[in-house]
């Protein structure tokens, strides 16, 4: 019988596929587990949403109570129609869409690396990672949504099929402002002819999309276009909320609405610099650039924007796996950033303040920044035999 | 013609105003980092941002890129000073939120040594030691200043005429300065500096004559300072021809450890003593990008101190950032050594 299972177990992907089910089915255990707790998310928002739109069907999409984008709010109608407890539905859809990340996670690094093992061991950390099962299972919020999206548009893009990618990009947008902390490697792959002008016109249009139901239900459209401008300013009471960023060394409750004025400035001079020393930057497009590219801007807005949430790190933890996959001793990198993120998570589940102080996360998600900008500079030094080609690629010598 | 292809173009597009040549691209962040170093000072003010510091901070951002064009040569490494500069928020939070008086000193000691580059001359050299002796008899944290002229003085770039009238502006100050703070009363001993006070205690020994912890600190500063300078002419002296910018880098890196030195020691400090000192670190970085962690570190600690003054209290310990600049300062004693070539000798002692 050992004979037969460790025979069993060499043939060609068994091991594999039976380590995928296994996670698979504890992933699905551990979430179902989790199904009956109630955040405060769901007690203040959702299911005053949900009571809304039971109440008054799709006509309350006129009124306006919510202040996500309205995508968000006919998924929630359409779970109204079943005949299921609202909540489990949810979750439930929320979970679903933590296998599809998993399974998209796992399709960049294969993509990246070509390897197998490592693209199944970027399945199974996903669906494990304590911000993944916590984000969806027990806060009842929906980062993977957008997540998905933009994980989707990478490989899309990463495929050469531009169009498909930039749709799913503009579908992120319509779902979530937070798409556009990673909107800066766009205009990267744009100056290195990558993507069009022509491509960007997804985002309007996937947003036109995203409202116009609300508006057909009778919400006024300026409101509509305006969604994204009340959002930012709804989270004026900190600078920082339990998110590891610069606001936690120099202080969150302070010069609140001038920080915020200033913040925002000063991120997108700091961009303007950034994209600036990058168009001239002597690199060649690969797969592992673009991926370093959308972690490093993740980090880099998040970090200096004021008002952001710990879970905005949810997107740049799920890049930050691809590249510790693509790029094993950035693994650690992951680890920090995990440890970071669950921080936040944590107080905000159990309402204690962690051990560490914030200020000591915000130092060390300032030494993830670093060693990837440093990746970043460094870049072209790894690919120097390949810069010539780079240059004869693209026309035209920069410098 | 594609219209992509015409923007991208476009970006590269050789342009020139006079003189002057530089890439549409290169102008454009020019512009635009104007703009957002205009606008990022408006939610500090009701109306506009006070004209003077923002002329100051304005005209100390030109005055530092065009240093670092003069010896780099390098536009674009100018270009990125002056957008640094204008954004930097250690200047914002002195010139515009503070309307404190750093920044122009600043702007001052960067004009300084515009004049102390080699291509100017002796009458540079003096009008260095003009404008520094006025920052050295306007102010304490600049005391610095003058240990490290000691050091120039060693390598032969400034006389012992120009030496003394710098010793004698900041002696003046020094004694007329702490004449008065030393009888103050004050009831701390630093003011929202994260130096050595932060560590060992900043609240200073009340209902006595003295204060023997100020005390200690005032004399342990010139004390320590003038060790190092003797120890910095036991060096083996760099017989090899330096490059400008190599020598530039010396000089900054100079000027940064023993500024940063003194204030670390000086009692009385405030939180504007590392204005100066940050734009320095700016200089040092756009120069030396490898040691970027000197600037960047700098940056969060000169900040921690305005930020605990507006605040009136600060979000982590003080002493954790007296910590951090403790260790740059150590970082840049070593480099500094190594520039006098103290390292070696000692080395092969040992």
């Known amino acids: ?399 | 013609m594609n219209i992509d292809q015409f923007l991208r173009d476009l970006l590269y597009r050789k342009c020139s105003i006079g003189p002057l040549r530089f890439d549409f691209l290169e102008g454009l962040l020019a512009v635009c980092i104007t703009g957002i170093g205009f606008f990022i000072r408006t939610p500090f003010e009701t109306g506009l941002p006070h004209w003077t510091h923002l002329l100051a901070e304005w005209y100390l951002a030109l005055a530092s890129a065009v240093f670092v064009w003069r010896l780099t040569s390098g536009r674009r490494r100018a270009l990125v000073t002056y957008g640094m500069l204008l954004i930097l928020p250690t200047l914002v939070a002195e010139g515009t939120i503070l309307q404190g008086d750093a920044c122009v000193a600043a702007l001052f000691f960067v004009s300084a040594l515009l004049f102390f580059l080699p291509e100017s001359g002796k009458m540079g050299t003096w009008l260095f030691t003009l404008v520094t002796g006025g920052l050295l008899l306007w102010s304490v944290p600049y005391a610095g200043i003058l240990f490290a002229c000691m050091v120039l003085w060693q390598r032969e770039k400034l006389t012992i005429g120009q030496l003394l009238f710098l010793a004698l502006t900041a002696g003046m100050r020094l004694v007329y300065a702490y004449a008065l703070w030393l009888r103050a009363g004050y009831t701390l001993v630093t003011f929202h500096w994260p130096n050595i006070y932060e560590i060992v205690g900043r609240a200073s020994i009340q209902g006595q004559l003295v204060d023997p912890v100020a005390l200690t600190g005032l004399f342990l500063t010139p004390g320590l300072l003038l060790l190092l300078v003797w120890l910095f002419a036991q060096g083996e002296k760099d017989t090899g021809c330096l490059s400008k910018k190599e020598e530039g880098i010396r000089v900054l890196r100079l000027f940064l450890f023993f500024g940063l030195l003194t204030c670390y020691f000086l009692p009385y400090m405030n939180q504007s003593a590392g204005c100066l000192y940050g734009v320095l670190a700016v200089l040092y970085l756009v120069l030396v990008p490898k040691e970027f962690l000197v600037a960047m570190l700098l940056q969060i600690v000169i900040f921690a101190g305005y930020q605990e003054y507006f605040r009136e209290s600060s979000m982590m310990p003080m002493a954790f950032f007296a910590g951090i600049q403790f260790l740059v300062i150590c970082w840049l004693g070593v480099k500094v050594l190594e520039d006098a070539g103290v390292m070696m000798p000692c080395r092969r002692k040992s």
């Open chain 1, 1 to 399: 019988m050992d004979a037969y299972v460790r025979d069993w177990l060499k043939k060609d992907r068994h091991t594999e596929y039976l380590l995928i089910g296994v996670l698979t089915v504890l992933a699905v255990l551990v979430r179902i587990s989790m199904r009956t707790f109630v955040s405060d998310d769901w007690v203040i928002f959702w299911d005053d949403w949900f009571f809304h739109l039971e109440s008054k069907g799709f006509a309350a999409l006129a009124d306006d109570f919510y202040d996500y984008a309205p995508p968000m709010l006919y998924l929630l109608y359409l779970i109204t129609l079943l005949p299921v407890n609202y909540m489990t539905a949810f979750k439930g859809f929320c979970c679903l869409l933590d296998f599809a990340g998993a399974a998209a996670v796992a399709g960049l690094v294969w993509n990246g690396t070509q390897n197998r093992k490592r693209a199944v061991f970027a399945y199974g950390i996903f669906l494990f990672l304590p911000t993944v099962i916590l984000n969806g299972a027990a806060w009842c919020q929906c980062d993977i949504i957008y997540t998905l999206f933009i994980l989707l548009c990478v490989s899309f893009l990463l495929r050469g099929k531009t169009w498909t990618g930039m749709w799913f990009y503009g579908a992120a947008f319509a779902i979530k402002l937070q798409s556009l902390f990673i909107f800066p490697f766009l205009v990267i792959l744009w100056v290195r002819r990558k993507v069009d002008l022509k491509h960007f016109v997804t985002l309007p249009v996937m947003y036109m999309l995203g409202i116009l139901p609300a508006w057909l239900a009778g919400r006024p459209f300026s409101e509509l276009l305006d969604i994204y401008v009340a959002q930012g300013t709804q989270d004026a009471w900190s600078l920082s909320i339990k998110f590891p960023n610069v606001y936690q060394i120099i202080g969150n409750d302070f010069f609140l609405d001038e920080y915020m004025g200033a913040g925002m400035y000063l991120i997108l001079g700091i961009l303007m610099m950034v994209l600036f020393w990058m168009a001239y930057q002597k690199v060649r497009v690969t797969k592992e650039y673009v991926i370093l590219l959308i972690l490093f801007f993740g980090i880099l807005t998040t970090y200096f924007l004021p008002h952001m949430h710990e879970r905005y790190l949810y997107l740049t933890d799920a890049f930050l796996l691809v590249y510790g996959m693509i790029r094993l001793r950035r693994f650690p990198l992951l680890v920090l950033a995990a440890f970071n993120g669950i921080a936040g998570y944590a107080q905000y589940l159990t309402k204690q303040t962690p051990l560490v102080p914030y200020g000591v996360l915000a130092f060390f998600q300032l030494g993830i920044l670093i060693v990837l900008g440093l990746d970043l500079y460094r870049f072209p030094v790894y690919e120097k035999d390949r810069q010539e080609l780079d240059l004869q690629e693209e026309g035209r010598i920069p410098g």
